[in-house]
């Protein structure tokens, strides 16, 4: 553990798995308390023993962000169990998300649905989070964005959308909760999940066309790379970082 989160409590949404569960891992080897918001109860099972294996502390509670009661009672778990909740991310995602979709193709269903896990999730948790994150000396807000929402992407335009929406609550929340010592950030990862290393396995070429995009040649560690942005980005050392989209691929928005 690096301590800079120590004594800390963090909530992560979707942190069942993927880039969730390495943000979890990263937090709590940092000293934080995590309160694992997963919609399989099985996964986020996983991953607090994952935590738990580390000597970290972790608490895991089956919840679907889409649902405000769902995110109502992650935040009250997380009062309950550690006293106070310091850091908020928002990382959960829809499975369709990755799924290429022309606009033509788009039915009303497949636009709520991601609508509701990647902004309605945030609306909840900003609603829900405040008062904890304002009475935290402190308090961190961080959403999981992505570069489409900046250069927009042929493939989901559900995705980009809904990234650009995200990117301005951002800047917006920043502004509203700088005042009372929030910090509003968002990340914008590069990173190798399961999903992606699944497609280049299915597409080799692939792998390497986007490689080229990268100058530093590779997608990040979910843990090490995105995980310990996001570190940074709740620790003291970046308290006056506040209103901001990080790009954590390794340069790959400045090669486009």
């Known amino acids: 553990m690096n301590g800079l989160l120590q004594g800390r409590t963090a909530l992560v949404t979707g942190a069942g798995g993927g880039i969730g569960r390495g943000l979890a891992q990263a937090l709590a080897a940092a000293g934080a308390n995590v309160l694992i918001a997963a919609r399989r109860q099985s996964t986020g099972n996983e991953t607090q023993a994952l935590i738990e294996a580390e000597g970290g502390v972790a608490l895991c509670l089956q919840a679907d962000v889409a649902r405000r009661a769902d995110v109502d009672a992650a935040v009250a778990a997380a009062m309950r169990r550690y006293g106070g909740l310091d850091i908020v991310i928002h990382n959960a995602s829809s499975g369709q998300s990755g799924a290429p979709t022309k606009c033509e193709e788009i039915t009303d269903a497949q636009w709520d649905e991601q609508h509701a896990i990647a902004l309605d999730a945030a609306y909840y948790l900003a609603q829900a989070a405040f008062a904890p994150l304002r009475a935290s000396s402190r308090g961190r807000f961080v959403i999981l964005t992505s570069a489409q929402a900046l250069h927009g992407g042929a493939m989901n335009p559900i995705y980009a959308a809904l990234k650009s929406a995200q990117r301005g609550m951002v800047k917006a929340l920043a502004r509203e ?80």
């Open 177 to 256: 909760w700088g005042p009372h010592g929030i910090t509003v950030n968002g990340i914008a990862p590069a990173a190798a999940t399961e999903a992606t290393q699944a497609h280049f396995e299915r597409h080799p070429q692939l792998r390497e066309q986007i490689l080229a995009t990268i100058p530093l040649r590779r997608l990040g560690d979910m843990r090490v790379d995105i995980g310990g942005a996001v570190v940074a980005l709740c620790s003291d050392e970046m308290r006056f970082v506040t209103g901001q989209v990080l790009p954590v691929d390794g340069g790959a928005y400045t090669a486009l």
